[in-house]
């Protein structure tokens, strides 16, 4: 009973996912590195496209290739700022939609 409640969890979130993505890059400008809204972005952006946490200096701050890695440092920036571990989770794992891991 349990498992099938947890399966019927993500089987809704990510059918809520996969049938709004294209919208929340229309309606609401987010970063195209961990999707965070540029409207809760609290720094100085220096590109359209990236938020102030990832792209500084003209370039990247997590300069990788690894979804997963820049995951990991994401989740543990966002606990360290005091958000809940369970919404981190959520944002994290939404991380591998934004159009910079697509590649």
Not at 47 to 70: A, L, M, T
Request: net charge positive; hydrophobic share 35%; charged share 25%.
């Amino acid at each position: 009973m349990i498992k099938s409640t947890k399966t019927s969890v993500v089987l809704l979130i990510y059918s809520v996912l996969k049938n709004s993505i294209k919208n929340i890059f229309m309606k609401n400008k987010k970063c195209e590195s961990c999707l965070m809204p540029f409207n809760k972005d609290p720094g100085q952006r220096e590109s359209e496209q990236y938020c102030s946490y990832c792209f500084k200096n003209g370039k990247f701050v997590y300069e990788g290739n690894d979804v997963n890695e820049f995951k990991k440092r994401s989740y543990e920036a966002m606990v360290a700022k005091g958000m809940s571990s369970i919404k981190a989770k959520l944002f994290t794992w939404m991380i591998g939609f934004a159009p910079r891991w697509k590649k």
